[in-house]
């Protein structure tokens, strides 16, 4: 089975079976209820980012329940995922996996760190899909998302297909810049403000008891799969890429299949550091005091890679930096980001052989367009 029919309730947005179900899901509401208090009679609402937020999270939860539905009857679907209320079990004690988290959503982690997190997850005869649910209007950032999901379900599961059903409201930009392996659906918008309201003021905590029992709904935390250890890897690409005697990356290395699959997971892998000086050689007008610059290189679209540093600084902030003929781009990254992990944990492995000059940066980049093409 290749592609899924959308149901008529799907396609509807028609929630009348399963609303009562909604109220039991977890929502972040500690911004909506004070907004709805002061703003009892504005009609500009529903134009304000935040409820528009909330607004996304009802309509995740909606397709969901009617995906459960769906799954019933649908004799090609032989797994359905659980979470929400529907699951059993919260998995904080994993370490690494597939589970639940603290929210009810379906993740994968890695060390404990949140590496990708799934609306859906089913199982066909010989595929694994994972659902993409959206309220917004523009695709590009979903597009993104979807290459770092497709590329570490791949790693998991390596024995099946791995396909993405992704689910739009009237009206979205963007849906011919799909991969091949999405199947794309569009419902109606969620425009029912009234019981958005309700479920803010009326959210249920306890007494939910699920009806999807059978044998063709299933825990996260039992589906069996392969490893995948974030920063270990990390550690063993570097180490791996600078193993070559005759060059100082190894570019058939890095442009194997199995690597590509990681840019798209990573978006960038390390290959080295610079030192502080030679830093501030290429980069005079830098203004801070540095402790330690990593040296990437880095997926910029599909087709393009470039060299990025990643700066730590002493007050600890980082910065991404990116020079170019045109600009030299310097931007901040989020102190609680996935770089900012991966910074913390390469400084444990910077060793005098790992450094590379600034000529060696140079022929790296030189080679970028030609060395990394498929």
């Known amino acids: 089975m290749r592609h899924l029919k959308i149901s008529q309730d799907i396609k509807n947005l028609n929630f009348s079976k399963i609303e009562e179900n909604l109220f039991y899901y977890r929502y972040d509401l500690r911004n909506i209820k004070p907004l709805l208090k002061s703003n009892e009679h504005d009609e500009s609402i529903e134009?304000?980012?935040?409820?528009?937020s909330f607004r996304g999270e009802v309509y995740e939860n909606i397709i969901y329940e009617l995906l459960l539905q769906y799954a019933v009857e649908n004799e090609s679907i032989k797994?359905?995922?659980?979470?929400?209320?529907?699951?059993n079990r919260i998995d904080k004690e994993y370490k690494t996996g597939l589970m639940i988290d603290r929210s009810l959503q379906i993740v994968y982690k890695s060390n404990y760190k949140d590496i990708s997190e799934f609306d859906a997850l089913f199982f066909t005869e010989d595929a694994l899909y994972f659902v993409e649910m959206s309220t917004s209007?523009?695709?590009?950032?979903l597009n993104k998302r979807?290459?770092?999901?497709y590329a570490l379900l791949k790693l998991l599961f390596p024995h099946l297909h791995i396909r993405a059903l992704i689910i739009l409201t009237e009206g979205t930009?963007?849906?011919?810049?799909?991969?091949?392996?999405?199947?794309?659906?569009?419902?109606k918008?969620?425009?029912?403000?009234?019981?958005?309201?309700?479920?803010?003021?009326?959210?249920?905590?306890?007494?939910?008891?699920?009806?999807?029992n059978s044998s063709k709904f299933i825990e996260a935390y039992t589906i069996e799969h392969k490893k995948f250890i974030y920063f270990q890897?990390?550690?063993?690409i570097l180490r791996r890429s600078r193993q070559a005697k005759d060059f100082i990356v190894d570019f058939s290395f890095l442009k194997s299949k199995k690597l590509m699959n990681y840019f798209d997971i990573y978006t960038k892998l390390y290959i080295g550091f610079l030192t502080n000086e030679e830093f501030k050689e290429l980069v005079p007008s830098y203004d801070a005091e540095i402790l330690n610059v990593c040296v990437t290189i880095e997926k910029i679209n599909s087709t393009d890679f470039d060299i990025i540093y990643y700066v730590k600084n002493v007050n600890g902030k980082l910065r991404r930096v990116r020079l170019t003929k045109k600009e030299t781009s310097i931007k901040e990254k989020e102190l609680d980001g996935f770089t900012n992990a991966e910074v913390r944990f390469m400084k444990y492995l910077i060793e005098d052989k790992y450094y590379l000059?600034?000529?060696?940066?140079?022929?790296?980049?030189?080679?970028?367009?030609?060395?990394?093409?498929?």
């Open 357 to 374: 000059t600034l000529d060696e940066v140079k022929q790296i980049k030189a080679n970028l367009k030609s060395g990394l093409k498929q």
């Open 189 to 212: 918008d969620l425009e029912d403000i009234d019981f958005l309201k309700k479920i803010v003021f009326n959210r249920k905590k306890n007494g939910f008891k699920t009806s999807f």
């Open 79 to 87: 797994e359905f995922v659980l979470k929400g209320p529907h699951q």
């Open 146 to 149: 979807l290459d770092k999901k």
């Open 137 to 141: 209007k523009k695709t590009v950032s």
């Open 47 to 52: 134009n304000l980012a935040t409820f528009n």
């Open 173 to 187: 930009v963007g849906l011919r810049r799909f991969p091949s392996y999405c199947t794309i659906w569009i419902t």
């Open 233 to 236: 890897t990390l550690e063993w």
